[in-house]
C-alpha cells in the first residue's frame, strides 16, 4: 500500500503497456481482466474497419467505415495505425487520462509505431501454448475457416518480429498465471520509474 502510494506520487509520465501477440492468443481476455484489476490502468479503444463478430461486444472497438478511418488518419487522428488482414486497426488521439497508464492491445507493425514515439513504452508479447491451441481458441470465437487460416498464417509472420520487440514475452497457458505475470510486469514497471 505504502509502496504504490509512493509510485503514484512520484510517477512522473505515464506508463505505456502494449500488450501484443497473434490472433487467438487472449489478449483480449487478459487485457480486460487486467484493467478490471488496477484501477489505475485506463484500456484505449481502438477504431477498426472490420464488421463486429455476432457476439462481440459493441464497445470492442469504435467500428467505423473505411472513409472515417481514411479521414481520421488524414486529420493526423492516430497515435499508430495498420491494416491487418485487409482491415485498418489504430489507435486514436488524444485519447488519455490524465494519472492513468495506458494499456494498448495491438498487432507487433502498431507495436513497433508505439516504441518509435515512445521508447519507454513496455511491450509484452504473448505466445499461445501450441498452434493446436491457438487454433481452437480462434475457431471458438466463431470466425470462418478462412479467417482462421489467414490468422495462423499472420501469427508465423507476427511471431519472430514480436519476440525480437518485446521487453517480456509470456507463454498464455493458463490465464491466471499469465494475469499475475502481467501486474508483476506492471508494478515492476512503476516502481522503476517512480525512482
Ligand atoms: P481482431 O480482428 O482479431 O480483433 O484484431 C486483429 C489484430 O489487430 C489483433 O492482433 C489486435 O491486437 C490488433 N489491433 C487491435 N486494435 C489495434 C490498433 O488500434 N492498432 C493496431 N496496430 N492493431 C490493433
Given at each position: 500500500?505504502?509502496?504504490?502510494?509512493?509510485?503514484?506520487?512520484?510517477?512522473?509520465?505515464?506508463?505505456?503497456?502494449?500488450?501484443?501477440?497473434?490472433?487467438?492468443?487472449?489478449?483480449?481476455?487478459?487485457?480486460?481482466?487486467?484493467?478490471?484489476?488496477?484501477?489505475?490502468?485506463?484500456?484505449?479503444?481502438?477504431?477498426?474497419?472490420?464488421?463486429?463478430?455476432?457476439?462481440?461486444?459493441?464497445?470492442?472497438?469504435?467500428?467505423?467505415?473505411?472513409?472515417?478511418?481514411?479521414?481520421?488518419?488524414?486529420?493526423?487522428?492516430?497515435?499508430?495505425?495498420?491494416?491487418?488482414?485487409?482491415?485498418?486497426?489504430?489507435?486514436?488521439?488524444?485519447?488519455?487520462?490524465?494519472?492513468?497508464?495506458?494499456?494498448?492491445?495491438?498487432?507487433?507493425d502498431g507495436a513497433r509505431q508505439v516504441k518509435l514515439i515512445h521508447p519507454d513504452a513496455v511491450l509484452v508479447f504473448l505466445l499461445p501454448p501450441s498452434r493446436l491451441e491457438q487454433q481452437r481458441r480462434l475457431r471458438g470465437r466463431g470466425d470462418?475457416?478462412?479467417?482462421?487460416?489467414?490468422?495462423?498464417?499472420?501469427?508465423?509472420?507476427?511471431?519472430?518480429?514480436?519476440?525480437?520487440?518485446?521487453?517480456?514475452?509470456?507463454?498464455?497457458?493458463?490465464?491466471?498465471?499469465?494475469?499475475?505475470?502481467?501486474?508483476?510486469?506492471?508494478?515492476?514497471?512503476?516502481?522503476?520509474?517512480?525512482?
Open positions: 500500500m505504502q509502496d504504490e502510494r509512493h509510485d503514484e506520487l512520484h510517477q512522473a509520465s505515464p506508463l505505456v503497456f502494449i500488450v501484443s501477440g497473434p490472433g487467438g492468443v487472449g489478449k483480449g481476455t487478459i487485457v480486460e481482466a487486467l484493467v478490471a484489476r488496477d484501477e489505475r490502468l485506463w484500456l484505449s479503444r481502438s477504431w477498426t474497419t472490420r464488421a463486429r463478430r455476432d457476439g462481440e461486444r459493441h464497445d470492442a472497438y469504435h467500428f467505423v467505415s473505411r472513409d472515417e478511418f481514411e479521414g481520421r488518419i488524414a486529420a493526423a487522428g492516430f497515435l499508430e495505425w495498420t491494416s491487418f488482414l485487409g482491415q485498418y486497426y489504430g489507435t486514436p488521439l488524444p485519447d488519455a487520462v490524465p494519472g492513468r497508464d495506458i494499456v494498448l492491445e495491438i498487432e507487433v470462418a475457416e478462412d479467417k482462421v487460416e489467414a490468422r495462423l498464417r499472420k501469427a508465423e509472420e507476427e511471431e519472430p518480429v514480436g519476440i525480437a520487440m518485446a521487453d517480456h514475452v509470456v507463454v498464455n497457458d493458463d490465464l491466471e498465471l499469465t494475469l499475475q505475470e502481467l501486474s508483476r510486469i506492471v508494478h515492476h514497471e512503476r516502481k522503476k520509474r517512480s525512482n
